[in-house]
């Protein structure tokens, strides 16, 4: 148990549906991040949020769409997303916002857009 | 084709020595350029960099960005032996927005 959750562990959804992503940490850390693991590449980041706020953005569409209410919680919202889309989404924690600082990680999301 | 070298391929160092890992990129319209470490589980994110010539520092590691020569940098000073992993980097372009290049990776190795 990393205690880090993630709800739902699957999602298939038409890319017209909006769904959300929902993770949770109680581990009391200050950082959260989406990353996405497509089938055979490596994780690869989406955002970083520190105490809340947005602090990096890899240039992911505007088709995802994330949201910190607090620093327990981070969801990602997702609006008319395409086939490539589908991967695993992963979300992770960290005590603080610093380079080498262990993340840890939840169980993910597989996503499956049709 | 966005393209990402990195160089060397492997270090072997002991501890206390300094580190400095290099990757080189050719992308379509820069975006962003990012150092992953990753040990036997998944990638943690160390280093976004966007811009030129500002250094980026968290303890003992830095890293800097030059877009005009198109590398980063990623160093490590007073390395310890939980450093030893594989220092990733990687690019994203706009062509392939929110889609990363990686390259093969630095294996690095910190002896006792």
């Known amino acids: 148990e990393t205690g880090v959750t993630q709800t739902p562990r699957h999602l298939v959804m038409g890319m017209t549906n909006k769904k959300s992503l929902k993770c949770e940490q109680h581990l009391g850390h200050n950082a959260m991040y989406w990353y996405k693991q497509s089938a055979k590449k490596p994780l690869e980041l989406m955002f970083v949020y520190n105490f809340k706020e947005q602090t990096e953005n890899n240039s992911v569409p505007s088709r995802f769409s994330p949201e910190c209410p607090n620093s327990s919680h981070l969801f990602l919202h997702l609006h008319t997303l395409q086939p490539e889309d589908s991967a695993l989404y992963l979300c992770?924690?960290?005590?603080?916002?610093?380079?080498?600082?262990?993340?840890?990680f939840g169980p993910g999301t597989r996503l499956t857009v049709l | 084709e966005d393209k990402v070298v990195q160089s060397p391929l492997s270090l072997v160092v002991h501890e206390g020595d300094t580190v400095t890992l290099n990757c080189s990129y050719e992308v379509t319209n820069f975006r962003s350029l990012l150092w992953y470490k990753q040990e036997k589980k998944a990638p943690t994110f160390l280093f976004m960099l966007?811009?030129?010539?500002i250094e980026k520092k968290s303890g003992r590691l830095s890293s800097i960005l030059d877009k005009k020569e198109l590398f980063s940098i990623l160093n490590i000073t007073a390395t310890q032996t939980g450093d030893s992993a594989v220092y990733l980097c990687?690019?994203?372009?706009?062509?392939?927005?929110?889609?990363?290049?990686f390259g093969d990776g630095t294996t690095l190795t910190v002896k006792p």
């Open positions: 990687a690019v994203v372009g706009n062509t392939n927005a929110g889609k990363s290049t």
């Open positions: 966007t811009s030129s010539g």
């Open positions: 992770a924690s960290s005590p603080q916002l610093l380079g080498g600082n262990e993340q840890f």
